[in-house]
């Protein structure tokens, strides 16, 4: 019974987000650009760097990194407390 | 599990050295090319997983325990955070190094030019300290996944 | 619509990752399913960022010719997509942990075999 109402909900969605990816705007002509054209103009200048992206990783968007790295530091210890009574065998 | 063969550990012990040395370089050049902490993580933790695959899981964890791998994860994680509490004499993760003419410290032309080492701050300390954060996690993880697929069957419950 | 097959690639990609999600029995497969779908959300946010002819926001040897900032692709986009492969990865590392336990428990990886998680 659930699985009669999962198919036609399925199909909905999938109607759904695929007209949506032919009504989007033309691939490769963004319309609103201030943000990021202020990034690569400044980015040399306020931080020094090269590269745009690894400034707004680690400058712009630094607290983004800090929750990933908390993410990835949550997830290394969950996995080693999941499979803990096999690492002493 | 029969033991892998010679040729598998000899081209596995020609590869390795390469391979760090290309995850070190992206490690280190994260502000200049493509590339940085993650990347570079990944490509290290990849090139000493070859090393688990070729030499076997027991040889490896009898040199690097995954003790001392945590250890690693917690030196990265505490590298970051100080490095963003060191800028707080402005805000939070303030790139106190920029253009101060210590180390790091240079500003680099703008345009294309063609890559001084010595620039961008803070920017690539945190590059080294996420990317042996990463680099431990991520071998941590495949280290306890190779002694779960080592363990016996598996038959306790 | 031909110049927005990217966005096609990406619903494709979701539409795929969400029937391996729903309708697959396998737990491995499901884990399966999730990563692609992962993957289309990362590759609509790359997608965003793109401008026609544009090269990657470094500026260690620029093409010749490169106009700033007219050329060069959005990084703000590329960045949270970096963030969000990193994520993925650990989600990926704890399913994998967790789908083994359940093995072990279990002796079988058919989610409507597995009882006592039926509510």
Known sequence: MRRGLAIPIFIIFSCIIISTAIMMRPFGEPKSTEMDDYIIKNAQNETGANNAVTSVVFDYRGFDTLGEATVLFTAVAGVLLVLRRYIHE | ?157 | MIQNLPYIAVALLIIIGLYATIFKKNLIKIIMGITILESGVNLFLITLGYRKGAVAPIYTNLPEGTKVPQSLTFPVPQALTLTSIVIGVAVLALMLAIAVQIYRKYRTLDVTKIRRLRG
């Open chain 2, 1 to 157: 599990m029969s033991e892998p063969s010679k040729i598998v550990k000899t081209i596995a012990s020609i590869i390795f050295p390469p391979t760090m040395v290309f995850g070190i370089y992206v490690i280190l050049h994260g502000h200049l090319t493509p590339g940085g902490g993650f990347q570079g993580g990944a490509v290290v933790a990849s090139a000493i997983t070859l090393l688990l695959v070729a030499f076997g899981t027991a040889e490896i964890a009898r040199r690097l325990k995954e003790s001392h791998l945590s250890v690693i994860e917690s030196i990265g994680a505490l590298g970051f955070i100080s490095l963003a509490l060191l800028g707080l004499t402005a805000t939070f993760f303030y790139n106190f190094l920029a253009g101060s003419g210590f180390i790091f410290g240079r500003i680099p032309p703008f345009g294309s030019n063609p890559g001084d080492m010595n620039t961008a701050g803070t920017l690539p300390l945190m590059n080294i300290s996420v990317g042996l954060k990463v680099i431990a996690g991520l071998f941590a993880v495949v280290l306890v996944l190779a002694f779960v697929a080592r363990s016996k069957g598996g038959g306790k419950r």
